[in-house]
């Protein structure tokens, strides 16, 4: 009740003290003057109030105290249920290159949605929902790409100002994507623009220059667009260091031919070099570092009906991927230390050896649509020739205490040359009937 009366409470100002009755009231004689009165009674907060008496008396005072008891404070924040976050989400390439901090890369700008991190800082290999990198599967234009990074990670294969549509799937894979477990990238790259004869843009982001060239075919119904792209810091700081940094330049090109109602035949070509050559010159560590990454893609697409009811999409690609590290140089061994004075102490190791990774494949995919109704009905079969290769020399010293004696850093129990390679087939085919029955969308 908070107009309760408090008896027994005792009011105090300075040595004279007093005790209210059953009331609550209480009568307290002090001399004239500006007086302090602490007021005290179990179970409530003690008051203490200044009164200044230098007047006149007061003869009517309404003291009110604070009960002691615990004080909870509650937020109660109602709104509707979020929706589930979609199965299939699709980035727009403005999306790209507006992401602060993507460097115009989509693996970038795909880190920022839900249930997608990154494995490391620098590169763009993703982990969905826990996967692993090889887990996740991207197709450009129906083709699988095997090695879509540039620059160790730091930027993409894909040119924003190219591309149509990414879309990201993170679960409920179509059975005409494979095996993948993680997470899907679907790009589309744009045609050309056909309405004018030739048209053209610049651009320059924080990696690389970018240039494109575009127009309709003469003679034929269709369109041209031919891109390239280059790494420029690296020219810049060769000239400041005397060094070669990271860098790549790519060449991109695609022609649209619109054969007849419904017809249409794609080529597409791209061709990439990546390369970096960094020399080390301090006190422990003299010598150099050596990559280079070849990537070449070209697809020939044919798109045809097939009476009234069904669509044709026909697709033989072939990627040839090829890449090189190698390392030459010399650093100080400070866990094999002599008695020799100073400098003589400490040995040098010789670490030299060279990596090479290569993966060629010829594939063939064969898809068919039709729909009938709310189903629609799509089959299909894909086939890969793979030829792959690793190849791995070691000429330096060995590191006979390394905790694991066949890896990089030691290599003690690698052999002098390690060369395999392999030429495989792999095919699938799949069928499914997709049914949309009002706002729900069924997939057999």
Same mark, same amino acid.
């Given at each position: 009740?908070?107009?309760?009366?408090?008896?027994?409470?005792?009011?105090?100002?300075?040595?004279?003290?007093?005790?209210?009755?059953?009331?609550?009231?209480?009568?307290?004689?002090?001399?004239?003057?500006?007086?302090?009165?602490?007021?005290?009674?179990?179970?409530?907060?003690?008051?203490?109030?200044?009164?200044?008496?230098?007047?006149?008396?007061?003869?009517?005072?309404?003291?009110?105290?604070?009960?002691?008891?615990?004080?909870?404070?509650?937020?109660?924040?109602?709104?509707?249920?979020?929706?589930?976050?979609?199965?299939?989400?699709?980035?727009?390439?403005?999306?790209?290159?507006?992401?602060?901090?993507?460097?115009?890369?989509?693996?970038?700008?795909?880190?920022?949605?839900?249930?997608?991190?990154?494995?490391?800082?620098?590169?763009?290999?993703?982990?969905?929902?826990?996967?692993?990198?090889?887990?996740?599967?991207?197709?450009?234009?129906?083709?699988?790409?095997?090695?879509?990074?540039?620059?160790?990670?730091?930027?993409?294969?894909?040119? #924003?100002?190219?591309?149509?549509?990414?879309?990201?799937?993170?679960?409920?894979?179509?059975?005409?994507?494979?095996?993948?477990?993680?997470?899907?990238?679907?790009?589309?790259?744009?045609?050309?623009?056909?309405?004018?004869?030739?048209?053209?843009?610049?651009?320059?982001?924080?990696?690389?220059?970018?240039?494109?060239?575009?127009?309709?075919?003469?003679?034929?119904?269709?369109?041209?667009?031919?891109?390239?792209?280059?790494?420029?810091?690296?020219?810049?700081?060769?000239?400041?260091?005397?060094?070669?940094?990271?860098?790549?330049?790519?060449?991109?090109?695609?022609?649209?031919?619109?054969?007849? #109602?419904?017809?249409?035949?794609?080529?597409?070509?791209?061709?990439?070099?990546?390369?970096?050559?960094?020399?080390?010159?301090?006190?422990?560590?003299?010598?150099?570092?050596?990559?280079?990454?070849?990537?070449?893609?070209?697809?020939?697409?044919?798109?045809?009906?097939?009476?009234?009811?069904?669509?044709?999409?026909?697709?033989?690609?072939?990627?040839?991927?090829?890449?090189?590290?190698?390392?030459?140089?010399?650093?100080?061994?400070?866990?094999?230390?002599?008695?020799? #004075?100073?400098?003589?102490?400490?040995?040098?190791?010789?670490?030299?050896?060279?990596?090479?990774?290569?993966?060629?494949?010829?594939?063939?995919?064969?898809?068919?649509?039709?729909?009938?109704?709310?189903?629609?009905?799509?089959?299909?079969?894909?086939?890969?020739?793979?030829?792959?290769?690793?190849?791995?020399?070691?000429?330096?010293?060995?590191? #006979?205490?390394?905790?694991?004696?066949?890896?990089?850093?030691?290599?003690?129990?690698?052999?002098?040359?390690?060369?395999?390679?392999?030429?495989?087939?792999?095919?699938?085919?799949?069928?499914?009937?997709?049914?949309?029955?009002?706002?729900?969308?069924?997939?057999?």
């Amino acid at each position: 009740d908070a107009s309760a009366v408090i008896a027994g409470a005792v009011i105090t100002a300075g040595e004279v003290q007093t005790t209210s009755d059953a009331r609550g009231r209480f009568v307290l004689r002090v001399p004239a003057g500006t007086v302090t009165l602490v007021v005290r009674a179990p179970g409530y907060f003690a008051l203490t109030t200044p009164l200044d008496l230098t007047a006149q008396d007061i003869l009517a005072a309404e003291l009110a105290l604070v009960r002691d008891t615990g004080f909870a404070a509650t937020v109660d924040v109602v709104a509707t249920s979020p929706p589930a976050a979609p199965v299939a989400q699709a980035v727009a390439p403005v999306q790209v290159l507006r992401t602060p901090g993507a460097l115009d890369n989509v693996f970038r700008a795909l880190q920022t949605l839900p249930a997608v991190a990154a494995t490391d800082e620098f590169g763009s290999r993703l982990s969905v929902r826990g996967g692993a990198p090889d887990q996740n599967l991207t197709v450009m234009d129906g083709v699988e790409i095997h090695e879509p990074y540039r620059l160790f990670g730091l930027t993409s294969a894909f040119n #924003p100002e190219t591309i149509q549509r990414f879309e990201l799937s993170t679960g409920g894979f179509s059975a005409k994507y494979g095996d993948r477990l993680s997470s899907l990238l679907v790009v589309e790259n744009r045609d050309g623009a056909a309405a004018r004869r030739l048209g053209g843009s610049a651009s320059l982001s924080i990696t690389d220059a970018n240039v494109i060239a575009e127009g309709r075919l003469p003679g034929v119904t269709g369109s041209w667009l031919l891109t390239g792209r280059r790494t420029y810091y690296d020219v810049i700081a060769a000239r400041v260091t005397d060094q070669d940094f990271p860098g790549f330049a790519d060449v991109q090109a695609k022609g649209v031919w619109e054969a007849g #109602p419904g017809r249409r035949v794609t080529v597409f070509g791209l061709s990439s070099r990546q390369s970096a050559a960094l020399e080390i010159d301090e006190d422990t560590a003299q010598g150099e570092f050596q990559d280079d990454t070849d990537n070449d893609l070209a697809w020939v697409r044919l798109e045809t009906p097939i009476g009234r009811r069904v669509q044709s999409h026909t697709v033989l690609a072939y990627s040839d991927t090829r890449s090189t590290f190698g390392v030459d140089a010399a650093f100080e061994n400070s866990s094999q230390r002599s008695n020799a #004075p100073e400098a003589d102490a400490v040995s040098t190791a010789d670490v030299v050896f060279e990596r090479g990774l290569g993966v060629k494949d010829l594939s063939l995919r064969q898809e068919v649509a039709t729909s009938l109704g709310r189903h629609v009905l799509e089959a299909g079969i894909e086939a890969h020739r793979l030829s792959t290769a690793q190849r791995f020399e070691v000429r330096g010293d060995r590191n #006979p205490v390394a905790a694991n004696g066949s890896s990089v850093q030691g290599g003690a129990g690698l052999p002098d040359l390690l060369a395999s390679s392999r030429d495989a087939a792999r095919a699938g085919a799949w069928i499914q009937d997709s049914w949309q029955a009002s706002r729900l969308s069924v997939q057999a």
